[in-house]
Structures are given as C-alpha cells and as structure tokens.
C-alpha cells in the first residue's frame, strides 16, 4: 500500500490489510526533502532510494554526508523498510512512488467535467473495454506476457557485454565491464543486484548465466508473467450499463456544494525549483529559467 506519511492512514491500512505493508511514496519524501533542504538534496535523495543492496545505500548516504549531514539526518531517521528499495520487505515491482495513480487520474481527465452518473458510467465503460481487450489480446509467445518477454530481450542485450565464471549449476558470478560483479543462483532466484528478487523476472546478470550454461531464461520467469494467469485475470465479463437502466433509488442525494475559488482551476502539477518558484521550461530551446517570448536562442531577423 504506497501512500504519503498520513498518520491515520498508515493505521487504518494495518486495520483493514493486516497482512499488507505499508511504503511511503518516494515522490512525497522527495518534495518534503527539496522543500526543506533544496533541489540538490532532492537528486541526491533518489540514489538512496533507488539502491538496490545496503551497500550502494549507504554509500548514498555517506555521499550526501558529505555535501550536508542535516539532509542525510533527515533521510537516514525515516525507517528504511518504509520506503528504501533495498529493505522493502516485499517486492513492488519497480513501484516506489504513487505516480500509478496520477496517470490513472490524467487517462480520466476528460471525465472530470462530467455528472457524478456520467462520471459513473465513462469509468465502467473504459475499464469494460479495457478488460475485453486486454483478453482478446494476442502474444508473440505461447508461455509469457509480451511484457515480459520485452524485459528479457533488454536484459540479453545488457547480458551480451557480461564474462561469467561459474561456480555450479545455475550458480555464477557475473563480472560487469565496470568492474563491479554479481552472484547469481538460478536455483533461489536470487542475484545480489536485487533486480530478480524484484521483478519475479531474470535480470540482465542472470540471463547471462542462462547464456553461458545454455538454460531457457524463460523457465526462470514467475508464473505471474504467464499467459495463463494473464488470460485468467481479465476473463471477468463485464456487463454494459445504460443510464436508463439505473434506479434512482437515492433522489434526495446532491452533489456537494463547493466555493469556487479565484482563478483558472489547476488540472496538472506544477513543478518548482529550490526556492519555491515555478519552473518554467522554453518551448523553444528547451532550456529552463525562461519561456519562448524571451527565449535568446530565437533567430530574429
């Protein structure tokens, strides 16, 4: 359950959904930490984040020891398996932040100027749609998701570059051309780089492995990413509705009164620098700081 750091909501989630576990969004605690210490701080937050292991974050967070030990305070004090990829007690597929959310909201944009019935009826349309197409949906393969199989094919060709020297079956260390390695046990699943762990999926160090002592990549992928499973999950059929079939059993229900406030409402989120003010990007140059009216990049004759 990714959500901000709302107090009561961590509690009623534990309520509902015992056996859940509760992440922060890493978007949230970026804007908290740009808010108090800057948008360099903000950069600097996100490679803690996005650490794969406890080494590479502390080592993120010795690096921004150093430029600032408030801001490394600030980060270090947030428990780790609330938010840090490395101790997430569970794999979340690449999710740390809510964003999932916001492009739900942006691909309903168009429905928000609609009555709360016909709000109703666009969502159940969409997501009706979307169900029976996602069914019908033909893969290039007869066992995993195109999906997955798109994985797979970016990590054989990080694969390709990799010298493996293998220790056992299905186990290996994997030596990057930059110097660092990973060990990688087919048999677990596991490889030290955390990216198998959490995708369910062979990251790009065991698919070398899969190369190098001639295994199928693909018998290492989750069932999750079957096509089975995938076809299972959108066999529900969903029942067109009409307006007209809907009683009105709630006539006394209105929409709530709201006060309009001043100005043209906002729709998408505006981004701001460290010092608070709107970042503003030219349409022109594609340089920060200014817009295409005062853009010097512009040839004028």
């Known amino acids: ?13 534990l309520e509902v959904f015992p056996n859940a576990h509760p992440s922060h969004c890493c978007q949230h605690l970026a804007d908290n930490v740009q808010k108090h210490f800057g948008l360099p701080a903000r950069n600097s937050f996100w490679k803690a984040a996005y650490a794969w ?19 490394a305070e600030y980060i270090n004090n947030i428990p780790h398996k609330t938010w840090a990829q490395y101790a997430f007690p569970a794999p979340r597929f690449g999710h740390i932040t809510s964003n ?27 997501v009706m749609t ?11 393969s007869s066992r995993i998701t195109d999906y997955a199989q798109s994985l797979l094919d970016k990590n054989y060709q990080q694969a390709r570059r990799y010298r493996v020297k293998s220790a056992d079956n299905g186990l290996a260390q994997v030596f990057i051309p ?3 390695s990973h060990v990688v046990d087919l048999k677990k699943r596991t ?6 762990q959490e995708y369910y999926l062979p990251c790009d160090h065991a698919v070398a492995v899969c190369l190098q002592q001639a295994y199928n990549p693909c018998d290492y992928v989750d069932e999750f990413y079957s096509i089975n499973h995938y076809y299972a999950t959108y066999s529900m059929v969903m029942q067109p509705v009409r307006d007209e079939d809907l009683v009105d059993e709630y006539s006394d229900c209105e929409a709530p009164e709201l006060v309009k406030q001043r100005g043209r409402p906002k729709k998408r989120r505006l981004r701001r620098d460290e010092n ?19 853009c010097r990049n512009i040839f004028r004759s």
Request: with cysteine; hydrophobic share 35%.
């Open 1 to 13: 359950m990714i959500s901000d750091r709302d107090k009561g909501l961590q509690s009623a989630v």
């Open 53 to 71: 292991n406890e080494y590479d974050f502390m080592k993120a967070i010795s690096t921004i020891r150093e430029v600032s030990v408030p801001v």
């Open 100 to 126: 999932i959310v916001e492009s739900i909201n942006s691909a309903w944009d168009d429905y928000c100027s609609l009555s709360i019935l016909g709000l109703f009826l666009a969502i159940w349309t969409k």
């Open 130 to 140: 979307t169900v029976h197409n996602r069914h019908i949906q033909a893969h290039s």
């Open 178 to 180: 930059n110097g660092a």
């Open 191 to 196: 490889c030290t780089c955390g990216v198998f």
């Open 276 to 294: 608070g003010s709107r970042m503003v990007t030219c349409s022109h140059c594609k340089e920060e700081g200014h817009n295409r009216r005062s």
